[in-house]
């Protein structure tokens, strides 16, 4: 079965400093992978997907995401944070473009003036 | 471009009513898809449909059944609503041809 483990509950960066949020999914054939962002009480905002092709996965708002198959990890990144950042973010699995996905628990991220 | 619509937005019923949740896909997609957010939590997959029929479904109560229509659109029929069901209603969409996926912002269901 297919599950994804986002071991960070909670992150706090500081404005301007890099970000990295962890992503570990478990699927036995190649996942189709997504990062999602959801600001308190909204919907959810698909930042980046991963369904072949090049491994680096670039996304709107400057996030990007590497997938690892060595490392079950699709973790995400950006370079700068800014303070509209701050929400939550989704890691999630599939097994194909269009079956019903796996969230991970989520990863709270906070932005430190 | 058009997105996933849903209403009603915000929803408010009494403990043991009937609430009905409705769900326009992206025109030209072909499966709908149900998921619950309560809060705090992940959001959990309900129930899909491919081409107006069930096609999965997850942990969805049997106080709750949902369809598609000719026209594509869904409904999430919930009954005898309890406190716990309370929680944000999320209706996606995707093509099977092309990969899209796509979520609605959600109707709150609020049981009182």
């Known amino acids: 079965a297919q599950s994804v483990t986002q071991p960070d509950i909670h992150i706090t960066v500081s404005e301007g400093a890099s970000l990295e949020l962890r992503c570990n999914y478990s699927y036995g054939a190649t996942p189709y992978l997504f990062w999602y962002v959801q600001s308190p009480g909204q919907g959810l905002q698909l930042l980046l997907k991963?369904?072949?092709?090049?491994?680096l996965v670039q996304g709107i708002k400057g996030f990007e995401a590497e997938f690892k198959r060595s490392q079950s990890s699709f973790n995400l990144r950006k370079p700068s944070v800014h303070w509209s950042d701050a929400a939550e973010y989704f890691c999630a699995v599939g097994y194909s473009s269009a079956s019903k996905i796996i969230f991970g628990s989520g990863t709270r991220l906070s932005i430190r003036p | 471009a058009a997105g996933v619509i849903q209403s009603p937005r915000h929803l408010i019923k009494e403990k043991r009513e009937t609430a009905t949740l409705k769900c326009y896909p992206i025109p030209r997609h072909d499966t709908v898809y149900w998921y619950q957010q309560g809060p705090g939590q992940d959001p959990q997959f309900l129930i899909s449909?491919?081409?107006?029929?069930?096609?999965d479904k997850g942990s969805i109560p049997d106080r709750f059944s949902a369809q598609q229509f000719s026209d594509y659109h869904s409904e999430l029929n919930m009954s005898s609503l309890e406190l716990g069901d309370s929680a944000l209603y999320f209706c996606?969409?995707?093509?099977?041809?092309?990969?899209?996926?796509?979520f609605g912002s959600g109707t709150r269901l609020t049981v009182v």
């Open positions: 991963y369904f072949s092709g090049d491994t």
């Open positions: 996606a969409s995707s093509n099977t041809g092309f990969g899209g996926y796509t």
């Open positions: 449909f491919y081409e107006k029929m069930q096609s």
